[in-house]
C-alpha cells in the first residue's frame, strides 16, 4: 500500500469513528449517569437520519436546519419515551431495560419501513449534503471530500463540548449529582426526575445528529444502524462503560483500525474491533479509561 491511500483509508477511518465517537458519546452519557444500556440507540441513529430526509421531502427543509431540528426532535422523542417506558423500569434487573429498548429499535425500524415504502415509495433514499460541502479538497498530502472533512471536524467539537460540559460545569455537576445521590440532591431543591430525563434526551439527541451526519454518505434506510450499534456497544466496553473520554477516543481509534486493517487485509474488517475488545477485557476489564465497579 503506497503511502497516500494509506493516509486516504485514516481518514476514511476517522470519518467512521466520527459516527462512532457520537455514537457512543450518547451510549457513555446514557449509561454513565443512568445506568441504562440503550439498545435503540442505533434505531434513533437511524431516525435523525430519516427525520432530515422528511423535512426536506415534506417541507423543503435543507441540510443546515434539519442539521439543527432533527437532532432536537429524536431528543424530545427520548425524553417522552424516558418519561412513559423507561422510568417504570428503574430500580428492577438491567435485562429489563434491554429488553424493552430492543423491542422500540424493532417498532420504529418496522414503522420507519412502512412511512418510507407508502409516503415516499422508496426503501432507501440518497440525501444530497448542501452545495458548499460538495467536491473536495487539496490536503496537500491527500485529496479528500470536503463533507467528510466537515464530519470529522464538527463531531470533535461537539464531543469536546459535551465532555466540558459534564466535566467542567454547573450543570455537569447537577447531573452527577442528580445520578449518584439523588436522595441528597432533592433536598437542594433539584427536581431529579427532570434532569435525568434531560440527560437521556441529550444523549439520544446526539445519536439523532450522527444519523443526520451519515445520511449524505451512507444513504437514508431503515436497517442503517442495525450493524453500527454493535460496533458502537463494543467501542463502550473497549473505552470503559460510561467514560465520556474513552468513548470518544475510543470510538476514533477503531474507526482508523478497521479502516486500516480492511485495506490491508479485507478478511478482517469486521472482526478487528471485536478482537481488540476481547484482549482489552482480558487486561483492564474495566475498559481502557473506565474505572473499576467499586471506584464509580
Known amino acids: 500500500m503506497n503511502t497516500q491511500l494509506l493516509l486516504i483509508q485514516v481518514f476514511n477511518g476517522l470519518v467512521n469513528g466520527a459516527f462512532y465517537a457520537l455514537l457512543s458519546l450518547g451510549l ?6 443512568l445506568r441504562i444500556v440503550n439498545f435503540a440507540h442505533g434505531a434513533l441513529y437511524m431516525l435523525g437520519a430519516f427525520t432530515a430526509f422528511a423535512l426536506g421531502q415534506a417541507l423543503g427543509l435543507g441540510f443546515w436546519p434539519s442539521l439543527v ?3 432536537v426532535l429524536v431528543g424530545l422523542l427520548g425524553a417522552v419515551l424516558e418519561r412513559t417506558l423507561l422510568s417504570r423500569l428503574y430500580g428492577l434487573e438491567p435485562s429489563y431495560n434491554l429488553l424493552l429498548t430492543f423491542g422500540l429499535t424493532l417498532l420504529t425500524q418496522d414503522l420507519v419501513k412502512q412511512v418510507m415504502l407508502s409516503r415516499f415509495a422508496v426503501s432507501s433514499a440518497p440525501y444530497s449534503p448542501p452545495e458548499v460541502l460538495s467536491g473536495v479538497v487539496n490536503l496537500g498530502f491527500v485529496v479528500f471530500p470536503k463533507y467528510r472533512l466537515f464530519v470529522i471536524a464538527l463531531s470533535l467539537v461537539i464531543c469536546v463540548l459535551t465532555w466540558f460540559v459534564i466535566e467542567k460545569t454547573r450543570v455537569g455537576a447537577i447531573i452527577r449529582a442528580s445520578t449518584e445521590n439523588p436522595g441528597v440532591t432533592r433536598a437542594f431543591g433539584i427536581d431529579v426526575g427532570k434532569w435525568v430525563t434531560g440527560v437521556f434526551a441529550v444523549g439520544v ?5 450522527a444519523g443526520v451526519l ?14 453500527l450499534i454493535i460496533t458502537t456497544f463494543a467501542v463502550v466496553v473497549i473505552g470503559g462503560l460510561g467514560s465520556i473520554l474513552g468513548s470518544v477516543v475510543t470510538g476514533f481509534a477503531v474507526g482508523v483500525l478497521a479502516a486500516v486493517g480492511a485495506a490491508l487485509y479485507p478478511p478482517v474488517a469486521n472482526t478487528l474491533v471485536f478482537v481488540l475488545m476481547f484482549v482489552v477485557l482480558l487486561v483492564r476489564p474495566s475498559g481502557l479509561f473506565g474505572l473499576p465497579e467499586g471506584a464509580r
Request: hydrophobic share 55%; glycine share 14%; no cysteine.
Open 28 to 33: 457513555a452519557v446514557i449509561f454513565g449517569m
Open 214 to 227: 451519515a445520511a449524505p454518505i451512507y444513504s437514508v434506510e431503515p436497517y442503517m444502524g442495525a450493524e
Open 69 to 71: 431540528i432533527a437532532p
Open 205 to 209: 439527541g446526539l445519536a439523532g445528529l
